[in-house]
């Protein structure tokens, strides 16, 4: 008899996983649907979005043309090779067919896990399907305005009389959209800090002590996934320095309301480390002092 309740249950379990990954299935086709349908449309306006993305460099570089060669300057890339405008146009289509369909994406898999979580579990992960593709186009939005202009205006101050810069389609359109993903990506660490606090793997005590560190990485971040040049590597450094401290403000306030109290509003103020390290360094110099004088004496 317990042999075949066993089989029974097991059949049963069988027929959850199916269902499952049934229900998987059809919402990622209906996410890659949706994407394939959005992209279509992004390759018939491809000329209009591609015009769109090289704004940033192609405003420099006729402004910085006109200043070194004259009036009949006109800015211009290049292709060298016959199908490397229409697959950039391709990638530009799926691109922007990513960006758009990431509410869709993201309302998708929360239909897909949303049945098993509690009505508290919901609440919370609310927030972060919403705050994730803010946070993301706000990055995109941020490389667009800020960072590839001051990036392409350092960059092209290097031309001269005789040397004239002649990007390629399929050099701009990767470096552009590597920016955006990085950056948009970055722009996730809120996100990931607020939801590693949920989980009580950190909190906002031991993310403000490590702060200089935090500080260094977010640098070397900002060095590996930006060009070359002090512009850029600030523009999307500070930006994520900022978002760092917000979200040690956030978790606060999420601790606080939960009674928790990890961290109280004087440990905000970090001189009061400064001063102990301070003093710290102070007893250590005079030990060594008081060190060398033993080992001077006879």
Not at 150 to 169: H, I, K, S, W, Y
Not at 179 to 192: D, S
Not at 278 to 288: G, I, K, L, W
Request: with cysteine; hydrophobic share 50%.
């Amino acid at each position: 008899m317990s042999e075949i309740t066993d089989q029974s249950s097991l059949n049963e379990a069988r027929m959850g996983l199916m269902e499952h990954l049934v229900e998987l299935r059809n919402r990622l086709m209906w996410v890659m649907a949706v994407l394939i349908g959005v992209s279509i449309v992004a390759f018939i306006f491809s000329d209009e979005i591609f015009g769109f993305m090289s704004a940033p460099l192609m405003d420099k570089m006729q402004a910085k043309g006109l200043e070194l060669f004259g009036p009949d300057f006109e800015a211009q890339m290049i292709a060298t090779n016959p199908t490397e405008i229409f697959w950039n146009y391709i990638k530009v289509s799926v691109y922007t067919g990513l960006l758009v369909t990431m509410p869709w994406t993201l309302f998708q898999i929360w239909r897909f896990v949303a049945p098993g979580l509690y009505a508290n579990e919901k609440a919370v992960v609310w927030p972060f399907l919403v705050a994730t593709p803010v946070l993301f186009w706000t990055g995109c939005m941020l490389v667009y305005f800020v960072m590839a202009p001051l990036a392409f205006d350092f960059l092209l101050g290097f031309q001269n009389e005789t040397t004239r810069l002649m990007p390629t389609v399929g050099q701009y359109v990767p470096l552009l959209m590597w920016l955006m993903l990085a950056t948009g990506v970055g722009f996730q660490l809120p996100v990931l800090l607020n939801l590693l606090a949920r989980a009580g793997l950190v909190t906002a005590k031991q993310l403000m002590g490590f702060w200089k560190y935090s500080l260094v990485g977010i640098a070397i971040m900002a060095a590996i996934f930006t060009p070359p040049d002090p512009v850029s590597q600030i523009s999307l450094g500070l930006p994520m320095i900022g978002l760092y401290f917000g979200s040690i403000w956030t978790i606060w306030l999420m601790e606080k309301a939960q009674g928790r109290n990890s961290f109280t509003e004087e440990e905000f103020d970090y001189s009061q480390y400064e001063d102990e390290l301070a003093d710290e360094f102070d007893r250590d110099a005079e030990n060594e002092g008081d060190d060398d004088e033993a080992g001077s004496k006879p």
